[in-house]
């Protein structure tokens, strides 16, 4: 087996002050789902090896521009990276120069979640996957436009228990109309038989974003006072088993918060690689072009592939870290928020700083009103 030196360059262990994070964006997908608003692609997978080497080509123009650093983290999302050949995938995380203690994630679908692409990631250094269930529920994910099923899901996590990963997580949706509380419980049980150690879990209410399949019926819109309801229960049901929640949408057992994550919620900077991918340099927010071919046509030629970027002054700066963090379990400083009697149920008061309580969590951007930079 290939070992983790193998393919990476290592510097020594990181910590809290170099936090630096890599993003990589793979925007194939064998299927859309009708929810799904991100940059992805049904058509283009003979372009996989070729969008590889762009990639590549893109990490060596951040670094000709001095804009890459070693990393503390490495997230491969997309679309479905299971989907590329896992060779590939490893000669694009050799590209990357990070610390020893890193965490490397690539999300993964069930359905295209082998033992060879298992193997592969556990041999080539990947200690974290994120895998994609979204329920268990065949009428909910029809209603999603998903396509996966329970043996998968089995198999999947049957995989990552075998090649011994030291975290992973998965994901679920919630608040389809075709959901009902008692699918939302089914789900989860069926998720703990399967993976009774299973470590972090995140749970995102279902979304309207313009342009999806979603968007264009409003019969299937979903009811914002449901979703308030199948949050509680979700998060009633994870305390239980003994998590945590250290982001409205994320819950995990001690040590096993997804470092990635925290870089983007602490203001951090992190560098965007691929199609379509957002980054940010801790002063300006930028995005790379979500046309695959134009995509292609500037790295090949030697040009960082940007569409645009967002200067912020330093007001909208703090305040948006603000926002940010007032969404995790570390809260704000008692002097950033406004304090009324009127969010007296929505936060509380923890060692000098205001955290959200479920109820506030069901209201954060009410909240995120008060917020004020400190004096």
Not at 111 to 140: H, K, M, W, Y
Not at 269 to 284: E, K, Q
Not at 355 to 361: D, E, I
């Amino acid at each position: 087996m290939l070992s983790a030196k193998t393919l990476f360059t290592t510097q020594n262990s990181s910590s809290v002050e170099n936090e630096f994070a890599v993003y990589i964006h793979i925007p194939f997908c064998s299927e859309r789902c009708d929810y799904c608003a991100f940059t992805t692609f049904t058509k283009y997978a003979h372009l996989q090896t070729r969008y590889i080497d762009a990639c590549i080509r893109e990490i060596d123009l951040a670094k000709a521009a001095d804009l890459l650093r070693p990393s503390t983290s490495v997230y491969i999302g997309g679309g479905t990276p299971s989907l590329i050949a896992p060779d590939e995938l490893l000669r694009l995380l050799r590209h990357l120069d990070h610390y020893l203690d890193a965490e490397i994630t690539v999300e993964c679908n069930p359905e295209s979640f082998t033992e060879d692409l298992c193997a592969a990631l556990s041999a080539g250094g990947v200690n974290r996957i994120s895998l994609g269930i979204q329920s268990l529920v065949p009428s909910v994910l029809r209603d999603l436009g998903r396509t996966n099923h329970q043996g998968s899901v089995q198999k999947s996590l049957s995989l990552i228990r075998q090649y011994r990963f030291p975290s992973h997580s998965v994901d679920i949706i919630y608040g389809s109309n075709a959901e009902k509380n008692d699918d939302l419980l089914y789900t989860l049980n069926t998720i703990f038989e399967l993976d009774p150690e299973l470590p972090h879990i995140s749970a995102y209410a279902l979304t309207v974003e313009k342009g999806t399949p979603l968007a264009g019926d409003p019969s299937r819109h979903p009811d914002e006072d449901r979703q308030a309801t199948y949050y509680e229960t979700i998060d009633n049901f994870l305390s239980r088993k003994g998590f945590s929640w250290y982001e409205i949408s994320n819950w995990a057992k001690p040590d096993h918060q997804c470092r990635h994550n925290k870089v983007y919620w602490t203001g951090k900077p992190y560098l965007a690689i691929g199609c379509g991918a957002h980054g940010y340099d801790g002063y300006s927010r930028y995005w790379n072009t979500s046309s695959i071919m134009k995509y292609l046509e500037m790295t090949e030629s030697g040009i960082l592939p940007r569409a645009g970027e967002e200067t912020l002054n330093d007001n909208d700066r703090k305040l948006e870290l603000l926002f940010l963090k007032l969404r995790t379990s570390d809260g704000v400083p008692q002097s950033a928020l406004d304090f009324t009697d009127e969010l007296a149920d929505l936060v509380t008061l923890v060692s000098g700083r205001y955290v959200l309580t479920q109820r506030g969590r069901l209201l954060a951007n009410e909240v995120a009103h008060r917020l004020r930079i400190p004096i």
